[in-house]
């Protein structure tokens, strides 16, 4: 019998693009798939052909308002990514945590009449905030952790956005002390909105909880941590990465140096505000023996006289092109970091901010890759750890495993079964 399935992923096209490749195999199984949106991610998933219901998750503006609020306040923090992950939590992490905060105030207001009107029969939730009216709507509810795992607090493992190494234990207290110390107001503030809402309050530096239905990880198996409390597989199931299916995509001859291998570079649609550092990458790359394909975002028309091998451009289908690359330099965004692994490509993650430092450190310290500063570094640096990437026996052997391991557990088929199974019976059993 078809149940109506809710997606309520943040207003970032990571998660929002991974639950679009979740609720396409939700479908394939006869249930409807609908979501609730920002307003201006609206038309992203009416593009991929799902009904979308807006909920404010901020004061109302037009869609290309808030788009350019976002942009705005990246690009404001672009010194900051020059910054340790501990030294951003005094600024970008602090403003991020405020807007994060005002976002749930906001949707307390719409959420409770959207449900009511379309009475979905289970709501998958990918945020890293507690929205109240989701959690008592009566319906079984799923949490969605798409970035890294560490968004699942364990005392063993590096806390969420630190980029601390994995045994690094001096520095996961130095930071957890950090964080909490400069989140307390903020926290605070989310805590009394809490018991208005008749929740009770989260400690100190926790701002969601662990769903008691189901807790779908998109991290791989490859790179996750041990903890000191394994995950219990009825509550956490871990999904191998959520690949997206996009349309084909076919390389474009280059004026220069075609026989050489390909380099994939993107820093995602906000990161593309860093036009000094992809200028310099370009620069680069211009005088090494590689072609290159780089996502600029909305910059294009500051990009003049590139080298005959580069090709930039404002977007690309990013699941069609990685599978034909040789290397790719990311900022560590989830799904960049998670589509390497499962096609198998090494990565250089030069991170500036959330869990890509968390994400730069792992591919780093698991040999999938290098993580590498965005600014502190030579041509020559560069140019060691691009024939690395592509020359490493190693390296290519741990990556075409993690590859073959991905590719035989489909992250959105898995999830959907899951989604399937709670909602006909209301548990998931494993």
């Known amino acids: 019998m078809s149940k109506t399935i809710a997606f309520f992923p943040e207003a970032a096209f990571g998660p929002a693009l991974n639950s679009v490749g979740i609720a396409q195999a939700v479908e ?24 979308a219901h807006p909920v404010n998750l901020s004061e109302p503006m037009p869609p290309e308002q808030m788009a350019k609020f976002w942009e705005d306040f990246i690009n404001g923090h672009i010194p900051n990514f020059r910054k340790s992950p501990i030294d951003q939590v005094d600024n970008y992490v602090k403003d991020c945590w405020t ?58 493992i590096p806390p969420h956005l630190s980029g601390c190494g994995e045994k690094d234990y001096a520095g996961h207290k130095a930071y ?24 009770k309050p989260y400690p100190i530096g926790q701002f969601f909880e662990a769903s008691p239905y189901m807790n779908l990880l998109l991290y791989p198996e490859s790179v996750k941590f041990e903890r000191e409390h394994p995950l219990d597989g009825r509550q956490f199931q871990y999904l191998e990465g959520c690949v997206r299916k996009e349309k084909p995509y076919e390389v474009p001859p280059f004026a220069e140096k075609n026989d050489k291998p390909l380099i994939y570079i993107s820093f995602g649609s906000l990161g593309a505000g860093d036009t000094d550092l992809l200028k310099r990458l370009i620069s680069t790359i211009g005088k090494l023996p590689y072609r290159a394909l780089v996502n600029v975002g909305d910059y294009k028309d500051q990009y003049e006289d590139l080298p005959g091998n580069v090709i930039v451009d404002s977007w690309f289908p990013q699941p069609s ?15 960049s970091f998670t589509e390497c692994l499962y096609f198998g490509k090494p990565a250089i993650i030069m991170p500036y901010v959330w869990d890509g430092h968390d994400n730069a450190t792992r591919v780093d310290e698991t040999g999938h890759g290098f993580k590498m500063p965005r600014y502190d570094w030579t041509d020559a640096d560069l140019a060691a750890k691009l024939d690395a990437c592509i020359n490493n026996p190693a390296m290519k052997t741990k990556l075409a495993a993690t590859s073959a391991h991905m590719q035989a557990r489909s992250g959105p088929k898995k999830a959907a079964g899951i989604l399937d199974e709670l909602v006909r019976t209301g548990a998931y059993n494993g």
Do not use: T
């Open 28 to 51: 394939a199984l006869g249930h409807k798939a609908v979501f609730l949106s920002d307003p201006g991610f609206v038309s992203v998933y009416e593009g991929y052909g799902f009904e």
């Open 99 to 156: 807007a994060i905060v005002d976002s749930a105030k906001w949707a307390q207001k719409d959420l409770p009449g959207v449900l009511a009107k379309i009475k979905p029969d289970l709501i998958c939730v990918d945020n890293v905030i507690l929205f109240p009216a989701i959690k008592q709507f009566g319906k079984p509810w799923v949490r969605i952790i798409s970035c890294s795992e560490n968004e699942i607090e364990d005392p063993k």
């Open 176 to 199: 957890r002390d950090h964080f909490n110390s400069v989140i307390k107001p903020i926290h605070d503030d989310f805590n009394a909105f809490l018991a208005e809402n008749g929740e």
């Open 321 to 335: 092109v990685i599978p034909q690359v040789d290397a790719v330099i990311h900022h560590g965004g989830n799904n």
